[in-house]
């Protein structure tokens, strides 16, 4: 079983939808959980961490947490172009090691 | 703060030839990692140090890539002798105190090895 899956993408909404990315993790004693975006040619960039069960907004971005199920999730609400991006999730493996997933494509169209 | 910084941004090498990528920590961040990223694979987490000492190089591929920290401000990774199936993106990122607080990371070097 692969340390961090994401859904397949590419992901495709139109401007203005929700885009909905997910997330799950194997390592059930993860305590901490990362969203990154990644633009073509550039480097991961920290967009959202997450701690506890639950949801964490921050702006247009919701984060939400389901330990149990081993299970996180990032909405981007009122997309736009500028979100059309690979999206990361990362969770710490054996307490050292940030492991990545293999990232959803996220293109929005005007 | 500039961040972290690495360099050179592309190197392009012959089979064979030696490559030194460079990195330089954001201060104060003890922790420094080597990433490497391909389409098939993603991103692989190939070696990371703390407070400048090498803690888990289990993702180094093989004997022809090292890695060396020699001070808080200045890390290193090899690779001799280079071979076409190298070619990558390397990342090198800090953060202050482990994986639960994320990393920050460097721009990247494009290495094409022909």
């Known amino acids: 079983q692969k340390e961090v899956e994401q859904n397949s993408g590419p992901l495709s909404v139109p401007e203005g939808a929700i885009a909905s990315l997910n997330c799950t993790y194997s390592?059930?004693?993860?305590?901490?959980f990362f969203w990154y975006r990644q633009y073509s040619g550039k480097s991961p960039e920290l967009i959202m961490f997450?701690?506890?069960?639950g949801d964490k907004e921050d702006g247009r971005f919701t984060a939400q947490l389901n330990k149990a199920s081993q299970y996180v999730s990032l909405l981007i609400r009122d997309s736009q172009p500028s979100d059309s991006a690979t999206y990361l999730c990362?969770?710490?493996?054996?307490?050292?090691?940030?492991?990545f997933g293999a990232g959803t494509t996220v293109t929005v169209r005007a | 703060d500039a961040g972290v910084i690495q360099s050179p941004r592309h190197e392009v090498t012959e089979m064979g030839q030696e490559v030194t990528l460079r990195c330089k920590p954001i201060s104060g961040h003890d922790y420094l990692f080597w990433y490497r990223q391909t389409m098939m694979r993603g991103l692989e987490l190939l070696i990371y140090?703390?407070?400048?000492?090498?803690?888990?190089d289990s993702g180094m591929p093989e004997d022809r890539f090292s890695a060396k920290m020699p001070n808080a401000s200045f890390s290193t990774l090899k690779i001799q002798p280079s071979e076409p199936r190298d070619s990558a993106v390397y990342f090198c990122a800090s953060n202050p105190g482990g994986p639960n607080y994320g990393y920050t990371f460097g721009s990247g070097t494009r290495l094409t090895v022909v």
């Open positions: 140090f703390n407070n400048n000492v090498p803690i888990d």
């Open positions: 390592d059930r004693g993860s305590q901490s």
């Open positions: 997450i701690y506890s069960n």
């Open positions: 990362a969770v710490p493996h054996n307490d050292y090691k940030l492991s």
